[in-house]
């Protein structure tokens, strides 16, 4: 096949992850990354990044196993590379606890995270409001350090980047053969998605070199992950949220909320806070259709609303975009640009 011009639109950790799987496994595709904004200015540079999922409503649960796994081999091969500390990937030990007894107390993910287990009564006497706990070693996967070598390694597999504001896919199928959309948030406007809405989260960065482990409460809005160089406190689930400001009263009921679990971190000291726009969706948009742009097909691969699952699930679904965009060629190999 001929050189086939591939854009991928969106550089956070999804876009990034399904333009190096492109690359790298179909070498006769050009591939260019185009985003407004690249590390250090996206969601997922703020995001805590640790490994674990919820399930999605409409999605078959075996094809969420295996985005989880896929992300999951994939990371856990790069903690214990020589890469590691480059790409701020680690493992990460700890507990997740629930104020009620959850109904699965086996979730699917936790036969591809190591050593997973029901806390002892002895662990669970450390958080005397809950009521069941789950412990289990998994990976934590820092973006500001994951994205700049997951762009490194685009560009050495070839890869090309363009910081530009992409408005219009019509428009851009003019000069690409195939169209990967993984603009998250962008996708209201750029493909007129009224389903994907914004979750606002936002976290403290604190300098607690003591605390080693993860803790999380299940219901998703307290939770202290630390990392190689602070701690993130979080933190908020705010749906339909669109501001990007610095809550005080946020920051203040974080700090209670996470203290209250690790009284700890009241030693702390406070490096920064953040705010992030998740991609809420109801179940992600992995799947392929075709537009007519003068009078050529022009292929368009949608991979995003993962909503706070960005990371967990970044690999599993950028493998299955590359298919999508792989099965596709070969049925409809492109014709050429007038």
């Not at 969601?43 to 075996?62: R, Y």
């Not at 699917?108 to 005397?128: A, C, H, I, N």
């Not at 000069?175 to 998250?184: F, L, Q, R």
């Not at 482990?213 to 160089?229: A, E, H, L, Q, V």
């Amino acid at each position: 096949m001929k050189n086939v011009k591939v854009a991928v639109v969106g550089a956070g950790v999804v876009g990034l992850s399904t333009a190096v799987c492109i690359a790298e496994v179909l070498p006769y595709c050009s591939v260019t990354i185009i985003a407004d904004k690249f590390s250090p200015d996206t969601t997922s540079d703020g995001a805590a990044g640790i490994l674990f999922a919820s399930e999605f409503p409409d999605i078959p649960l075996e094809r969420q196993q295996h985005w989880f796994k896929d992300t999951f081999d994939h990371l856990y091969t790069i903690a214990v590379s020589s890469q590691a500390s480059e790409a701020g990937v680690l493992l990460s030990s700890g507990y997740q606890i629930f104020k009620e007894i959850p109904s699965d107390k086996t979730p699917f993910w936790s036969k591809y995270v190591l050593g997973f287990r029901p806390m002892t009564d002895r662990e669970m006497k450390r958080f005397p409001d809950h009521k069941f706990g789950q412990a289990f070693t998994t990976i934590k996967c820092e973006c500001s350090s994951y994205l700049p070598w997951l762009e490194k390694r685009l560009r050495k597999a070839g890869g090309q980047i363009i910081r530009e504001t992409v408005k219009d896919f019509q428009q851009l199928g003019r000069s690409y053969d195939v169209i990967v959309n993984c603009s998250g948030l962008g996708s209201r406007s750029l493909v007129g998605d009224a389903e994907v809405y914004p979750v606002r989260g936002q976290v403290l960065k604190v300098h607690a070199p003591w605390l080693k482990n993860f803790i999380r409460d299940g219901d998703g809005k307290t939770y202290i992950y630390p990392g190689s160089s602070y701690v993130t406190a979080g933190g908020t689930r705010q749906a339909d949220d669109w501001c990007l400001e610095v809550n005080k009263m946020d920051s203040e009921g974080i700090l209670e909320r996470c203290s209250r679990l690790e009284p700890s971190l009241h030693g702390g000291q406070i490096l920064g806070e953040w705010v992030g726009l998740r991609p809420g969706r109801k179940n992600p948009r992995v799947e392929r259709e075709w537009m007519q742009v003068k009078g050529r097909q022009v292929l368009l691969v949608h991979n995003y609303g993962h909503g706070g699952w960005g990371i967990t699930l970044s690999w599993g679904t950028a493998l299955d975009a590359l298919g999508l965009v792989r099965q596709s060629l070969h049925e409809r190999p492109p014709k050429a640009r007038l």
